[in-house]
């Protein structure tokens, strides 16, 4: 039966608490640093706060449930969920192959602590992914983000993944930007889910949370023994307040969704506006790959204005529009991506678009390009 529910129903039904008589409907946090230990000293019980909570186990059985992955474990950010599976899969002597175009501070982590312990690090644009990964071999890590942030290209992930499986190297894939409503990775051919809940999962920008989802559990229990041994470990509440996000992030993302397409169609013929990439727009350059893969095209969109004063006036003359290096929020949002170092035009701006009135927002953005 729960195979054939829809995404909301899902998202739902994986934040229930375990019903008993009087009980909670929802499940309330558990803060414990420590817990009591039986006399007989039972090894499967929660024992301490690094290794295990229960408010964790409830996050990522809901996790790995929207992923469809056996198994899934949160980090205290994205980028502890992303360094950790590096840290535990990258060898030295051994290859991992970045996105040149994706999150940069991934690439920014592999240059200046990888590579430097032995691991060769490759960068490959979202357009070259499959070609990097088919000069790998046994033992070498393939990470691809798509769609990549902030250009929004798309990797054929499936090809990917069968390019990966017969070099016999490892393929994760950041799956930040899609969501696990977008694209379920794990059931195109990856090893490995990597993702930050900071964005459309946590949805409120009030939170920092990251994941890794999975289906082979010899690798799973590395990455949570990694876990316990270095600690980067979301905290109970943090995790809660995920856990109380993820019960609406059916109906956020569709309305996210939704207002990000219709965005995308306003701009495409505003003329005040160079360019824009939606994975959701007919004539977009991803549009082919992305409908085979994408279930949903996700609420960002990027567009290049003429320059990096047209975006502040942008920003400056919106009501909407808040100013803010993230995405996946409530609030629709803005961020020139210039400005922290990716490589695109002084006017590229990544719109993250919020769960606002679909009519608001167009006319908002709309009044705020045009001309005074
Ligand atoms: C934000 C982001 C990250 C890092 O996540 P944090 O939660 O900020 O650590 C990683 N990958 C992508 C694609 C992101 O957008």
């Not at 939606?278 to 290049?304: C, K, N, W």
């Amino acid at each position: 039966m729960a195979g054939t529910y829809g995404d909301s129903t899902r998202s739902v039904k994986a934040v229930e608490s375990v019903p008993f008589p009087g009980g909670p409907v929802a499940p309330p946090p558990i803060l414990a640093a420590a817990y009591h230990i039986p006399s007989d000293e039972d090894d499967s019980l929660d024992s301490y706060g690094r290794r295990s909570n229960p408010t964790w186990r409830q996050l990522e059985s809901a996790l790995a449930q929207l992923e469809g992955a056996a198994s899934a474990l949160t980090f205290g950010s994205g980028m502890a969920a992303i360094t950790s599976v590096l840290r535990t899969v990258a060898e030295p002597g051994r290859k991992v192959v970045v996105p040149a175009d994706g999150y940069y501070q991934v690439r920014a982590y592999a240059n200046e602590f990888l590579a430097p312990r032995g691991v060769t690090v490759v960068e490959a644009r979202c357009a070259e992914m499959c070609d990097a990964a088919s000069d790998t071999g046994r033992g070498d890590v393939v990470l691809a983000e798509s769609p990549s942030n902030p250009r929004l290209d798309v990797v054929d992930l499936h090809r990917l993944a069968m390019t990966c499986r017969a070099r016999g190297s490892l393929l994760v894939v950041d799956n930040t930007t899609a969501t696990p409503l977008g694209q379920q990775p794990l059931s195109l051919g990856a090893d490995l889910v990597v993702a930050s809940a900071t964005k459309a999962l946590a949805g409120h920008h009030d939170v920092l949370a990251g994941y890794v989802a999975g289906s082979q559990p010899e690798m799973m229990e590395r990455l949570e023994r990694e876990r316990l041994l270095t600690g980067p470990i979301l905290g109970a509440f943090e995790a809660w307040l995920v856990l109380r996000s993820l019960g609406s992030l059916g109906l956020r993302f569709d309305r996210q969704c939704q207002n990000a397409a219709a965005v995308a169609f306003m701009l495409r013929s505003h003329p005040a506006v160079r360019s824009v990439r939606y994975p959701g727009l007919p004539e977009d350059p991803s549009h082919s790959v992305a409908s085979t893969q994408m279930h949903r095209f996700g609420g960002v969109v990027a567009i290049e204005l003429a320059s990096a004063a047209a975006v502040h006036e942008l920003v400056s003359k919106s009501a909407l529009l808040v100013a803010a290096t993230s995405f996946g929020g409530i609030h629709s949002s803005v961020d020139r991506r210039a400005r922290w170092g990716d490589s695109v035009p002084d006017g590229f701006a990544r719109l993250s678009l919020g769960i606002e009135d679909t009519e608001d927002l167009l006319s908002d953005i709309e009044q705020a390009l045009g001309a005074d």
